[in-house]
């Protein structure tokens, strides 16, 4: 009975005096069935916090620090306190280093307990009394702080943010906790300094942007424009030129007769007709004559058209027609109101020889001031132009300047020079490929290097007398062609053709001509064909006296006559 009341009375263990066991221990068996331990396994754990970062029940409160005369911290003293001395700053401290993160235990080396009679770990610190949990975290232990004094509450002060220090004083509280601090606010070290407050305005700040990127962009634009010209930095290539030279030329140059002559020529536009043409004409002198092909200005006559002249400056005037002669294809027109005229001077065409250096100047296909050189390829070529009926009616005969300078459609008119800037001649007509025959300079072929002009001095005569009459007269023979005759030569029309064979009191007739005679030469110089007959006379002057050839009845005689004149229709 006695032992089981001893046993009733026993004290009843507390869920305190339980025993943990470490997890992968087994657990110890009591030493008996009714033992009691007299002690508990382990010293109890007086912080009642696990470490730092990890609240929970065994975390230690921090020790409560009692108002004592605190060092220039940034914390009013109490009127009448003397601050301790604060030690000289002979180093620039750096700032605190935060504590190493401590490895965190797990709840099982918390709970585990040494065995039973394990002897404890000596207690190498005072502990402080167990008290209720906080939210705050121990720092490393600290020296050792002086005993506490009475401080009254300090005063209330608010400040900004301060700045950091340039030389924090040694760290007198190693709690880094100043319950006494307004707000938990940090202390600050040293005396405090006034908040400098710097406002800049919003505007300076865009206008100093905005600067910044003008600047930027033009940099970069020059830099974008020099690689992009100059090909980058390390491939820069330079060319080497020549300087700029003389624009002076040797006067009888090409360049230098071109000079020379294109402030004389000009450019021809026509009118009239429903059609409009292209032409050239040089300026023959300080009046305002300018001479050009028949055939250019011919629309503009028939249909009453206009006809206006733009001169190698550009300047642009209208024209009127002064004359015209078919039979040589050449045309008289006239400006007004012009000033600063330059007139070609005019050469002499009987002395030109084969293989001469010629310049053409005109406007082919309307390309104005168009210059190309060659050479006289051969003289008193017959050729016929302005038209293609061959009655001898609107037929141009022209005993022409063969030359290979490229003449084009548009050229007709312009002035054919020598290497003295003289005109020798009047570019009318060129042969084209596929042409049966000579066509003229309106059609719309191209050179082939086989240039047709007008001799100046036939044209010469025939402009004064366009300039004083408006007609120009022709030499003629007073005899009737058979145009229809295919050998050799040019032989007189029958008496029973629709107009006389001889004219009455003609040249011919006075000379002894008689119908069917065959007229083999002019002046020595033989004839194939009517027409070749035509240019020999054409290329004289009314009164010029001629010794022709004939063929009669297979006997040669030589006649002598002096040309007629018969004017222009």
Known sequence: MDEGKARASAPKPHWWHRRRTPEGVPPQPLAGPGDTPAAPLHAPDPYSTPPYG??????????????????????????????????????????????????????????????????????????????????????????????????????????????????????????????????????????????????????????????????????????????????????????????AGSADRAPGSVAGIAARALPGVVTIHVRGGGDQSTGTGFVLDKKGHILTNNHVVQSAASGGGSISVTFNGGQTAKAELVGRDGGYDLAVIKVSGVSGLTPLALGNSDSVRVGDSVIAIGAPFDLAGTVTTGIISAKERPITAGGRKQDGADISYVDALQTDAPINPGNSGGPLVDSQARVIGINSAIRSVGDAESGGAGGQGGSIGLGFAIPINSARRVAEELINTGKATHPVIGVSLDMAYAGDG???????????????????????????????????????????????????????????????????????LTLGSATSG
Do not use: C
């Open 490 to 560: 040019a032989r007189v029309n029958t008496d029973g053709s629709r107009t006389p064979a001889v004219t009455p009191g003609g040249p011919a007739d006075k000379a002894g001509i008689r119908p069917k005679d065959v007229i083999r030469k002019v002046d020595g110089v033989p004839v194939h064909a009517a027409q070749e007959l035509i240019v020999k006379i054409r290329g004289h002057r009314p009164g010029d006296s001629l010794a022709l050839t004939l063929d009669r009845d297979g006997r040669e005689e030589t006649v002598r």
């Open 54 to 243: 990890r609240p929970g029940p065994w975390a230690p409160a921090p020790p409560v620090q009692r108002p004592t005369l605190t060092p220039p911290q940034g914390t009013p003293l109490v009127p009448g306190a003397t601050p301790p001395p604060v030690p000289p700053a002979a180093y620039a401290p750096q700032p605190p280093a935060e504590p190493a993160a401590q490895p965190l235990p797990s709840q099982a080396a918390v709970d585990a307990t040494p065995p039973v009679g394990a002897p404890d770990e000596p207690a190498t610190r005072p502990l402080p009394p167990v008290g209720p949990a906080t939210d705050h975290v121990p720092h490393p232990a600290a020296p050792q702080q002086t005993a506490p004094q009475p401080h009254p509450a300090p005063q209330a002060f608010t400040h900004a943010a301060p700045e950091a220090p340039a030389h924090p004083a040694p760290e007198a509280n190693p709690w880094g906790y100043d319950p006494w601090a307004v707000g938990g606010a940090l202390p600050a070290y040293g005396k405090p300094e006034p908040v400098k407050q710097v406002t800049v305005a919003r505007s300076r700040i865009v206008g100093g942007a905005v600067v910044v990127a003008l600047v930027a962009g033009g940099i970069g634009g020059g830099i974008g424009m020099y690689l992009e010209r100059d090909g980058g930095v390390a491939g820069r290539v330079t060319l080497p030129q020549a300087g």
